[in-house]
């Protein structure tokens, strides 16, 4: 079946600007999460969702990052006011806490 | 909170078997601990889950001491394609939730 997708696969922005990083897990796993992996580093919790709601947003480093996930299914992750900081894989992944089943990310780079 | 470490990197040859340790001293009392391989540009890959004692899957075995504050990841006879960068993952405890943390993550490289 179908694994998880995310959308763009690259992202390139620069410094100021908006973006959305979009989502879709596996259809029927109602906790999705999102994570921040920077090169030679590992993943960096950002945020969980138990269906439409976020049960834990801890790991959103500051205001500027937004998820939301409106009919259960497709997550958006938004960051406004983007900073050189930001460049990094964006991971999303589905299923239960112990046994995750990640997508192949989305490359932001900041200029 | 405390870091949850692993080696940076490990060599092997192939037909060898290898044992990767995750070292996490503050895990939370009822969160399991996971591994993950992960390949160049792709997404980090379920091996094997487990919460105390032994588990063993086709593809791996993960020993789980008593006190579970560490884990090893156990691979038997490893081959070229497990070349890949290792990851446990664990809850750990913190003020109102327990967080999900990665281990900083093995580089295993597998030699013919």
Known sequence: GAGVSQTPSNKVTEKGKYVELRCDPISGHTALYWYRQSLGQGPEFLIYFQGTGAADDSGLPNDRFFAVR?????????????????SAVYLCASGTRSEQFFGPGTRLTVL | LAKTTQPISMDSYEGQEVNITCSHNNIATNDYITWYQQFPSQGPRFIIQGYKTKVTNEVASLFI????????????????SDTAVYYCLVGERAQNTDKLIFGTGTRLQVFP
């Open chain 1, 70 to 86: 409106p009919e259960g299914s497709v997550s958006t992750l938004k960051i406004q006011r983007t900073e050189r900081g930001d």
């Open chain 2, 65 to 80: 001491p008593a006190d579970r504050k560490s884990s090893t990841l156990s691979l038997p006879r490893v081959s070229l």
